[in-house]
């Protein structure tokens, strides 16, 4: 557990900021928690003279017995009024930590079920009433919980983030102020003027992180670490019961990030008003056939130039859908690889331009042989032969191994548009250097590859798609996390019932959509309907987030029987088994209408709000009784920007 530059065994100073006890660490052998050891929680700075901050815990049993009355009498307390007082190190036998915060990689947070109350020690160990903290490493170490047990203090991980967060700001975090005058106390080495500790924590400006659960500073390297089998034993019980049910198992198994995102669950709810069934009447659905290949040729003149407003052939992709034949042409204009007003010779020229620029970047690799036999790249390029290997493989074009396997950790034979495909997204790992290859990428290139028929452009087509739909695979969970909130605010302002439904059944964490967001539905239909969805989805006509307004229609039209559910592992198995038997038709024409009822709703409040606040302008109602109704209606009245943001049809809006 050690992680330390100073040597074990050799007492050494340390100046003490804060501290506090109740925290326990199981030794590595033990089973259950009747062998934890109980220590202290410690914020420390190893430099008498510069602010080097770490943090610790130390057992009691290693604490000095000089210093056991200083660690008792500031337990919880902020040690500046007693000059940040010093206290010796002893790592003992591996049992102590100490880490720089510089080296801390991520931390994560979890308070007991009720946070404000103590937890008495004589009910024995219950994981939901301990609250717990474990940290990961840059060099991605994952040391062991520190959980928090006590009959007489409350939970201390507020304290603890905002004064790490005190030396180690967030951008995201709420800016707390404080009062900078910190009362001053007696140091023997230097005045309290001079003293960099003591200026750097009045300087500071406290943060408050989230309250829940937060995996923080991640990086793409740690995209295969195994934190999520640290982190889901430290859950709790009800989560912990979502991951032992088998169909979660297997989405996790899948997808990297469903585990991921299963440890950054987050109770915060907004409550939203809904208002009453408009009295118009209801919307109706504009779908048609498919878009032929002589309506897409008549849109352009002699030069290759449209004739029609781009607005209105985006309209119409959207309610029709493409026919085979127009793919190859018409998914480049609509994943930006074509303007909209190119001619025939400046689409020619951008063809060309991006077949060398493909090539270039796959160089960087396919040419190096230095480069191929790097331990870092083996182990990259086998994660993409694995998943390649596994996508699609009962379509003709990806059936057959009827050529070697150059991956000499692959068993199994394989074929030349399988190779393709791992160039693909090797190459695209060169490419988008921050990201890089996430599993789950390869479900999203199938389709892609099949209809550009080309490596090049098949490429370029995925980058576009990719820079569109990243956020669904950075290892913050930022991107899938953000809409499953959004989702969640949609059922609630749609379906008040049904999201009721949902929260009785704990199921409102919307886990069983998780994977329709992070690939696009294309586990849960036809080959076909799968591109036919996602061409309608890419014109961003009426919104450039239709997709959640699809997952919605795919709820509504099962709505009563997800209503006659009343177990979480029931609504799961059901979710689940709709792969393979929604009717994408249907849900299409029902998705239209849910967007204009949605629409309808959103306009509907913006006018009762106007109305109510210009009510509030009049003489009549300044000082009345009514004032405080009509604010509090207005008030109600507000629409989540998530929700407003439903409207917009620029793929760059939040």
Not at 502 to 515: A, H, I, K, Q, Y
Not at 601 to 612: E, G, S
Not at 613 to 631: F, G
Request: aromatic share 10%.
């Amino acid at each position: 557990m050690l992680h330390s530059s100073i040597p074990p065994n050799v007492p050494s100073p340390l100046r003490l900021i804060y501290t506090k006890s109740g925290f326990y660490a199981r030794p590595r052998d033990a089973l259950d928690h009747s062998r934890d050891i109980h220590g202290f929680f410690a914020v420390v700075s190893r430099h008498q003279t510069d602010v080097d901050i770490a943090i610790a815990w130390i057992p009691e049993y290693l604490v000095d017995d000089s210093d056991l009355e200083t660690f008792t009498s500031l337990d919880g307390i902020l040690a500046s009024e007693q000059g940040f007082p010093n206290v010796q190190w002893l790592a003992g036998q591996d049992e102590a930590m100490l880490i720089p915060i510089t080296d801390i990689h991520s931390l994560y947070v979890c308070p007991p079920f009720n946070p404000f109350h103590p937890c008495p020690q004589s009910t024995g160990f219950d994981q939901d009433n301990s609250g717990s903290i474990i940290i990961t490493t840059c060099q991605g170490d994952v040391l062991r919980p520190l959980w928090f047990r006590s009959a007489v203090s409350s939970w201390p991980g507020l304290d603890i983030i905002d004064i790490i967060s005190a030396f180690q700001p967030t951008t995201d975090a709420v800016d707390i102020t404080m009062d900078a005058s910190i009362p001053s106390g007696p140091s023997p080495d230097m005045t309290t003027a001079d003293d960099p500790l003591r200026r750097a924590v009045r300087e500071a400006r406290f943060n408050i992180l989230e309250r829940f659960s937060q995996l923080t500073r991640l990086s793409r390297d740690t995209a295969n670490h195994p934190i999520a089998k640290t982190i889901l034993p430290l859950l709790p019980a009800s989560i912990q019961g979502m991951v032992r049910n088998m169909i979660v198992q297997e989405t996790m198994n899948d997808y990297d990030r469903a585990t991921l995102y299963l440890a950054q669950l987050d109770a915060e709810r907004t409550l939203l008003f809904t208002l009453n069934a408009s009295i118009k009447p209801p919307p109706t659905h504009t779908r048609r056939e498919e878009l032929r290949p002589e309506e897409w040729v008549d849109f352009f003149d002699n030069e290759g130039k449209l004739r029609v407003n781009e607005s209105y052939i985006l309209g119409l992709i959207f309610r029709s859908g493409l026919h085979p034949d127009v793919r190859i042409e018409a998914w480049k204009f609509l994943l930006g690889i074509y303007p909209w007003d190119s001619t025939f010779d400046e689409r020619e020229a951008i063809r060309r331009s991006k077949m060398d620029e493909y090539y270039e970047i796959k160089a960087l690799w396919f040419n190096d042989t230095e480069e191929r036999n790097k331990p870092k790249f083996q182990d990259e390029k086998h994660r993409i032969d694995k998943d390649v290997h596994r996508t699609d493989r009962t379509l003709a074009v990806f059936e057959g191994d009827n050529l070697p396997n150059p991956d000499p950790q692959m068993v199994v034979g394989t074929n030349a548009n399988l190779e393709i495909m791992k160039d693909i997204l090797v190459t695209y790992n060169y490419y988008n250097t921050k990201l890089g290859y996430v599993q789950g990428m390869s479900d999203l290139l199938a389709p892609i590859f099949v209809a550009m028929g080309t490596e090049e452009m098949a490429f370029w087509c995925f980058v576009q798609f990719m820079n569109r739909v990243q956020s669904n695979f950075f290892i913050d969970q930022s991107g899938m996390y953000g809409q499953l909130q959004t989702l969640d605010a949609l059922i609630r302002f749609m379906d008040a019932q049904l999201y009721k439904h949902f929260e009785d059944t704990e199921t409102s964490n919307l886990f069983f959509c998780f994977r329709w967001l992070l690939v696009w539905f294309k586990r849960e239909f036809e080959w076909d309907d799968v591109i036919r969805l996602w061409e309608i989805l890419w014109t961003n006509h009426m919104s450039s987030q239709m997709i959640m307004f699809f997952a919605l229609a795919v709820l509504d039209q099962h709505r009563q029987a997800l209503l006659n559910l009343n177990q979480f592992d029931e609504v799961l198995k059901y979710i689940n088994e709709l792969s393979g038997t929604i009717d994408l038709n249907e849900t299409l024409q029902r998705t239209e209408v849910l967007f204009r009822l949605f629409e309808r709703r959103i306009r509907a409040m913006d006018k009762k709000r106007m109305q109510l606040e210009e009510t509030l302008q009049l003489r009549s109602v300044w000082n009345s009784e009514e004032r405080p109704r009509i604010e509090k209606d207005i008030e109600e009245l507000k629409v989540d920007g998530r929700l407003r943001a439903l409207l917009l049809t620029d793929i760059r809006a939040p």
